[in-house]
């Protein structure tokens, strides 16, 4: 199993980065992939997360309406585009793998329950200046 991240870099408040959640060696759409980051003394947190099968959505209330996540089935491939970029979104993003869990447990922990995740990429670092 494979998951990397790429796509972080600096960029300033208001910005745009779009970060790539390349995976292999599962079944891609039997899985939702979550998008989560860690900022320096912080726990890592639920930002967004995707069920490859029928692309239900989830978003944390902090980046609503400025996150867009998005699956591409045939390369096994899931996207971050973070617009309107704020100084508090500065972290180490990670994608994580969780075997779908049915759509009413996964609504209700696919954004907090990070132990129920079975594979889990390096992280990429996005940082946002003032």
């Known amino acids: 199993v494979q998951i990397v991240e790429s796509g972080g870099g600096l960029v300033q408040a208001g910005g745009s980065l779009r970060l790539s959640c390349a995976t292999s060696?599962?079944?891609?759409?039997?899985?939702?992939i979550g998008w989560f980051r860690q900022a320096p003394g912080k726990e890592r947190e639920g930002v967004s997360c995707?069920?490859?099968?029928?692309?239900?959505?989830l978003y944390a209330d902090s980046v609503k309406g400025r996150f867009t996540i998005s699956s591409d089935n045939a390369k096994n491939t899931v996207y971050l585009q973070m617009n309107s970029l704020k100084p508090e979104d500065t972290a180490v993003y990670y994608c994580?793998?969780?075997?779908?869990?049915?759509?009413?447990?996964?609504?209700?922990?696919?954004?907090?329950?990070?132990?129920?995740?079975?594979?889990w990429g390096q992280g990429t670092q996005v940082t946002v200046s003032s």
């Open positions: 994580g793998a969780l075997y779908y869990p049915g759509p009413t447990t996964y609504r209700e922990y696919g954004l907090r329950h990070l132990h129920e995740y079975d594979y």
């Open positions: 060696g599962f079944a891609f759409e039997d899985y939702a």
């Open positions: 995707i069920n490859n099968s029928d692309e239900d959505t």
